[in-house]
Nanobody, 125 residues
Framework: QVQLVESGGGSVQAGGSLRLSCAAS???????MGWWRQAPGKEREGVAA????????AYADSVKDRFTISRDNAQNMLFLHMDRLEPEDTAMYYC???????????????????WGQGTQVTVSS
């Protein structure tokens, strides 16, 4: 049974940094993993995704050059390092993983089968 558990969310001031982690227990499919976020009243949007080997990555335009996604396959962990945070980054952040590996990784929500419960990120101005 696959379980994704996020951690690392919190409250920071604009310009600050946070590092999100996702523990992916039971995940053996080797597919893309990614981070999604959903702000109140808005649809869930893809933030970043990374392939098993780390070579395939995808980022939303709004976070390029500020966020970095990475994974540790040996530890079954996914990370999102977020720099220069903005109030617009405030949202619940979700970890997601594919059951059927795809190439290259994308931010198409339909590709992701497993989802975590989310961790809240709040950025104040």
């Amino acid at each position: 049974q696959v379980q994704l558990v996020e951690s690392g969310g919190g409250s920071v001031q604009a310009g600050g940094s946070l590092r999100l982690s996702c523990a992916a227990s039971g995940y053996t499919y080797g597919g893309c993993m990614g981070w999604w976020r959903q702000a109140p009243g808005k649809e869930r949007e893809g933030v970043a995704a990374v392939g098993y080997g780390g070579w395939s990555t995808a980022y939303a335009d709004s976070v390029k050059d500020r966020f970095t996604i990475s994974r540790d396959n040996a530890q079954n962990m996914l990370f999102l390092h977020m720099d220069r945070l903005e109030p617009e980054d405030t949202a619940m952040y979700y970890c997601a993983a594919e059951r059927t590996p795809s190439w290259p990784c994308s931010l198409s929500r339909a590709s992701y089968y497993y989802w975590g419960q989310g961790t809240q990120v709040t950025v104040s101005s």
